[in-house]
Structures are given as structure tokens and as C-alpha cells.
């Protein structure tokens, strides 16, 4: 990079780093004062718009020119994906509790498993779909309108249980074979997914054991609740999503039928009115418009920074600083990969976007310093997800705060399984002897 090219790199970054000020700044300082919904006080959306205007003016370019950027960075197709599901999943929890399929589920759920483990078997259950799904997404879509209920129901707190579906999806996400960042990390790394889904499970499976008992040692200060009357029959829309989710059933699909058959249960069983349905898919779409919008303006504004060379500049001074630091053999360089991931995915707030902007520096980084193939796709892959199970502005963070009816700061500092895992994957890189066999 030239002197100028560096200076507009840099600069780059400042519209986000705007943003975060003032979507999370803003929220945390009327926290501070005590004022009640602090973070719903200036919403993402608007905190985006004047970062916007500065990635814009910053952009030097004729403005025909910068909104082509910004519309190719909101029309990614990531987030358009991502925004339909939004949808589905908001008219499909909106059917649901409307013909009763909520309650159903929820004091159903109770009657198996005692209140005291429901924070552990909502984190197996989401790890489990999301494994066989391929996507967090999904799997926060088909289970939040559960754990509303839940939550409700037993009296646990919203942001912890949200906490607890965000760790269950990441897992599953980062795991699947069929995920979107499996198949990013694989591909730009030249590695195998089986051999990457092995290297991931060394990491994984152990904090995902610590999560575990975490949950079980959390949940057992909770009361035990009573359960109401339900009908059977109101847990089938959920069992019928949950089981084709498990065989790997596309998302879309998957919600469609929810919709579907939530809607025929009530009507048949519940005295629900189908003359509504329309109207009530219609209001899910409504209770998304927040992320829906958000999810758009924040990968606007990522395009921008990719376009000016900010991530670029981030990778070379990333990679400058693992050449510095005095660790055996390559350990600094798998530091180094697995910075690239994290900051990216901070930036752009999509793992999958994340994982492919810097999947060549990474693997120029690992074929200088015999990091084999399958270790550099998995450090990728699971620093990438952390990240994205950690930033507020992440799509399943507001998702779950839209869900829950929290704000997404209260959803990410209860993540507790990506905080788990980048502590066992951190100290993996630092402890564990180098591998150089399949190199």
C-alpha cells in the first residue's frame, strides 16, 4: 500500500467505529443513568444512517458511485439470505403463539424436563439442530418462540436463556459440515471438511462440556413451576420443524411448513380463524422490520470498508505484529490467523463474509509457516464464529434481542459458550505441540 492508500485505509474504519459509539456508547451511558430501555433509545438503524453519510463522504468518489457500494454491500447475498429468514421466523412465532402452539410447547417442555435443566437441554437441543442444520439462523428461528415461553413460564431470565440458544447455535454452526463457514474455511484453506470438522471437535467438544455444566450449575437455583393444561396436539407444528431441521431439511422449507401447519392446528383444534393468517404473518414481518433493516446498513457499511482497503490494512498489521511476537515454532501465526478472523468478523458482523475476505492472507500466512491446511481452516471457522456470537450488531444476536424483546448487548454478554471456546481455542494454539505431519 502507498502512503494515501494506508491513509484511506485507516480512515475507513472510522464510520464503523462511529457506529458502534454510538449503537452501543449511547445505550451503555442512559444504562448508566438508569433510564429504562436504555438500548431501544436510539435504534440501530438510526445509529447507522449518520455512519453512512461519513463512509460516503469519505469515500471520495462521485455519489452515483458510493451508493452503488452501499447497495452492493446491503444486497450481499448473506444478508439477503439471512433477511428472509428473518421474516419466515418472525410470521412463524407469530402464527404460533397466535393459535396456541406456544403454550403447547412450552408447558409440554415442562412436564419432561424439570426446570432445573432447562438451561442445559435448550443448550444440547440447539446445539444438536444447528449441527444438523448448517446454520445458526435457522436454528434460533425455529427455537426462540420455545424459549419465550420458557422463559416466561419457569421465570428465567430472557437474556440468559437468549444467551443460551446463541452458544448452542454457534456451536452447531461452526461444527456442521454443511455450514456456510465450514464450506468458506474449507475451500479458501485447500482442506478437507472432514479433517477441519475433526480439528474442530478438539476445540469444541471441551468447551462445550465446561458450557454444559456452567448451565447445570446456573440452572439449579431455579424454582420449580407449575404446569398448565395443554393439548398434544399444539406441539406438533414444533416437533414436525424440529425433526425435518435434524434431517436437514432447508431452513426456508423448514419454516414455510411451520407456518403451515401451526396455522391448520389452530384452526382444527384451537378455534383459530384462518381469515387472520395473512394478518398475522404479516405482523411476524413487522416484529423484524429493527434487524431486518440493521442487518442491511451494517453490511453497507463493512462494503465500504472492504472497498477502501480497510481490512487489508487490519490483515498486514496483523500479520506484521505475529512476526514480532517471540512464540515456538508457528504459534504466532496461528495467532495471527486467528486475529484475521476475529477483527474481520467484528467489521462485518458475517463470519462467512469474514472468513472469505481474509482466506488468502491466511492461507499465504499458513503455507509460509507449515500451519497445515485443516489448522488454519479451523482457526478461521472458530474465531470467526466467537466473534459473530459476540458483537451485538450481529444478525443473531438482534434476532435474538427482537425475540426475547431485549436489547442484543443483553443476548451477546450471556453468550457464554464463545467465550468459553475462544479460551480453549486460545490456549490450544499456545499449549499444544506443532503438527507438521499432514503439512
Not at 415461553?149 to 456451536?171: C, E, M, N, R, Y
Not at 474442530?200 to 413451576?225: D, G, M
Not at 401447519?261 to 414481518?285: E, H, M, P, S, T
Request: proline share 3%; with cysteine; aromatic share 8%.
Amino acid at each position: 500500500m502507498t502512503l494515501s492508500q494506508k491513509q484511506q485505509a485507516r480512515l475507513s474504519l472510522l464510520p464503523l467505529l462511529l457506529f458502534v459509539a454510538l449503537f452501543l456508547g449511547t445505550g451503555l451511558y442512559l444504562q448508566s443513568q438508569g433510564v429504562d430501555y436504555a438500548f431501544y433509545q436510539l435504534p440501530g438503524p438510526v445509529a447507522a444512517i449518520p455512519a453512512l453519510v461519513l463512509a460516503i463522504w469519505l469515500y471520495k468518489a462521485p455519489l452515483t458511485e458510493s451508493l452503488e457500494v452501499l447497495v452492493r454491500g446491503a444486497g450481499n447475498n448473506n444478508i439477503i439470505t439471512m433477511c428472509f429468514i428473518f421474516l419466515l421466523a418472525g410470521a412463524f412465532a407469530t402464527v404460533a403463539q397466535a393459535t396456541g402452539g406456544v403454550d403447547a410447547v412450552v408447558n409440554a417442555g415442562l412436564t419432561i424436563v424439570p426446570a432445573q435443566f432447562l438451561l442445559p437441554g435448550l443448550f444440547v437441543i440447539s446445539a444438536l439442530i444447528a449441527t444438523a442444520m448448517g446454520t445458526s439462523m435457522g436454528t434460533i428461528g425455529a427455537l426462540a418462540p420455545i424459549a419465550v415461553g420458557l422463559s416466561t413460564q419457569a421465570q428465567l431470565d430472557p437474556a440468559l436463556v437468549a444467551g443460551v440458544l446463541l452458544s448452542g447455535a454457534i456451536f452447531g454452526d461452526n461444527l456442521s459440515i454443511i455450514s456456510d463457514t465450514t464450506i468458506a474455511s474449507t475451500r479458501t484453506q485447500g482442506a478437507e471438511m472432514k479433517d477441519k470438522f475433526r480439528e474442530n471437535l478438539k476445540i469444541a467438544l471441551p468447551a462445550a462440556a465446561v458450557t454444559l455444566l456452567l448451565f447445570v450449575l446456573i440452572a439449579q437455583s431455579q424454582t420449580e413451576v407449575a404446569v398448565k393444561d395443554f393439548s398434544w396436539t399444539g406441539v406438533v407444528p414444533y416437533a414436525a420443524i424440529l425433526i425435518l431441521a435434524l434431517v436437514g431439511i432447508n431452513v426456508f422449507v423448514v419454516l414455510l411448513l411451520g407456518v403451515v401447519l401451526a396455522a391448520v392446528q389452530g384452526a382444527v383444534f384451537a378455534d383459530y380463524q384462518l381469515a387472520n393468517l395473512g394478518k398475522d404473518i404479516y405482523k411476524g414481518f413487522g416484529s423484524m422490520q429493527e434487524i431486518f433493516l440493521l442487518s442491511m446498513l451494517v453490511c453497507a457499511l463493512g462494503e465500504f470498508v472492504k472497498q477502501q482497503g480497510g481490512l487489508q490494512y487490519l490483515s498486514n498489521h496483523v500479520a506484521a505484529l505475529a512476526l514480532k511476537l517471540k512464540l515456538a515454532g508457528n504459534k504466532a501465526q496461528q495467532l495471527a490467523i486467528a486475529a484475521l478472523a476475529f477483527v474481520s468478523n467484528l467489521c462485518i458482523a458475517n463470519n462467512t463474509v469474514a472468513i472469505v475476505v481474509v482466506g488468502e492472507v491466511s492461507k499465504d500466512i499458513a503455507q509460509h509457516h507449515q500451519i497445515t491446511p485443516k489448522r488454519s481452516a479451523s482457526l478461521l471457522d472458530v474465531f470467526a464464529c466467537i466473534a459473530q456470537g459476540l458483537v451485538p450488531y450481529g444478525a443473531q444476536a438482534l434476532l435474538l434481542g427482537a425475540s426475547f424483546g431485549i436489547s442484543p448487548w443483553d443476548v451477546v454478554t450471556n453468550s457464554y459458550y464463545c467465550l468459553i471456546l475462544a479460551a480453549f481455542a486460545t490456549a490450544r494454539i499456545l499449549v499444544e505441540k506443532i503438527d507438521r505431519s499432514d503439512f
